[in-house]
């Protein structure tokens, strides 16, 4: 087992680094993340058998304390992973958040479980996922049927911003593209609209440099060749074999041009095809559209914030 060590958010957060060996940009790490619950609620709290464990989404990293107190408050043990390439795991050499198959995310989830002991000990465990992280733990799960007792997706990417057809057009260019230049580049899409609504609203941290850039990683030709082979999966449905909890947006805006809609609305994802998306991945799905909250409904406005973590707690008592 590995060493855990003070993580730069304080407060009894820790970090272990996760060896994964190479891919293909060269070596690569994982990061866990942990916050221990204090010994009253590790004792008497509702989810004092739990473990949960959080994954980001594209362009990010775990520094949600407000959220891993939530857990711990309650008695969960609470454990985030910065995949490779991604905040802490992030090495200069490497290009940032780039995968050509989200199924190479095994890998990481596997080391985080192993270092979490949550199977081992017999805990129940809950994996959260917001965004890109909500797709990838989607998939993980219905390939890993029985391991998770519960999913909570905080505005998961489960479907392209074009909608199923414009992401079944747009498909067979990008595959091709993707075979013969797979780190080739695009264009810049983000125009840095989402990070100036949390910062107005003061709910986004200073983050190290580069872990978190404004307007996102640069993409390439092969990771959204992987990407798009997700949303393809759930289209095509699939079960994650455990109760899923979604939370959404009630709203999107287009973010072709700033307004300040946007500090109250969705302007990453179309809510409504997220919504849709997300009736194929379970047998048993709650879908919670919170009115007012941006893209990582946490987030929000205050009031949208309250409103978030209020179904969250409902949430949970279901998911139990």
Same mark, same amino acid.
């Given at each position: ?19 994964l060996?190479?891919d293909?940009?060269?070596e ?11 010994p ?13 464990l ?36 992030l090495r ?5 958040g780039y ?9 990481d ?7 979490m002991?949550?199977?081992?000990? &017999?805990?129940?465990? =809950?994996?959260? $996922?917001?965004?890109?992280g909500?797709? +990838? %733990?989607? @998939?993980?799960? !219905? #390939? ?12 998961p990417w489960?479907e ?25 580049t ?5 125009l840095?609209?989402?990070?100036r ?32 082979? &997700?949303?393809?999966? =759930?289209?095509? $449905? ?5 109760? +899923? %909890?979604? @939370?959404?947006? !009630? #709203?999107?805006?287009?973010a ?5 809609a ?9 809510v409504?095809?997220?919504a849709?998306a997300?009736?194929?991945i ?9 009115e007012g ?12 914030r ?9 949430g ?5």
């Amino acid at each position: 087992m590995g060493e855990w060590h003070p993580d730069i958010l304080g407060g009894g957060f820790e970090q272990q680094t996760l060896p994964l060996g190479d891919d293909v940009d060269g070596e690569v790490v994982a990061t866990v993340v942990r916050l221990r619950p204090h010994p009253g609620a590790r004792l008497f709290g509702e989810l004092r058998d739990t473990d949960v464990l959080y994954v980001h989404g594209w362009s990010d990293y775990f520094f949600q304390t407000d959220l891993a107190r939530f857990f711990t408050d309650r008695g969960a043990r609470f454990y985030a992973l910065d995949l490779r390439k991604y905040g802490r795991s992030l090495r200069s050499d490497l290009a940032p958040g780039y995968v050509a198959s989200l199924d190479v995310y095994d890998a990481d989830i596997a080391a985080a479980l192993d270092a979490m002991a949550t199977v081992r000990e &017999g805990r129940r465990l =809950v994996l959260f $996922g917001h965004s890109t992280g909500g797709l +990838t %733990l989607t @998939l993980w799960a !219905a #390939r890993h049927p029985g391991v998770a007792d519960a999913l909570i997706l905080n505005s998961p990417w489960l479907e392209l911003q074009l909608g199923p057809l414009g992401r079944q057009a747009l498909a067979p260019l990008v595959n091709a593209r993707a075979r013969f230049d797979p780190l080739g580049t695009h264009p810049v899409v983000d125009l840095g609209f989402y990070t100036r609504a949390q910062r107005d609203l003061g709910t986004l941290p200073d983050s190290p440099e580069g872990w978190r850039p404004a307007q996102g990683f640069p993409t390439h030709p092969g990771w959204l060749a992987a990407i798009i082979a &997700g949303h393809a999966r =759930v289209a095509s $449905g699939l079960d994650v074999g455990c109760p +899923t %909890l979604v @939370l959404l947006s !009630a #709203r999107s805006t287009v973010a072709l041009s700033w307004s300040d809609a946007m500090r109250e609305t969705d302007s990453v994802l179309v809510v409504d095809d997220i919504a849709r998306a997300a009736t194929r991945i379970a047998r048993t799905v709650t879908i919670s559209r919170v009115e007012g909250a941006l893209h990582d409904v946490f987030l929000s406005a205050p009031e949208a914030r309250d409103a978030a973590y209020a179904a969250l707690r409902d949430g949970m008592r279901g998911l139990a």
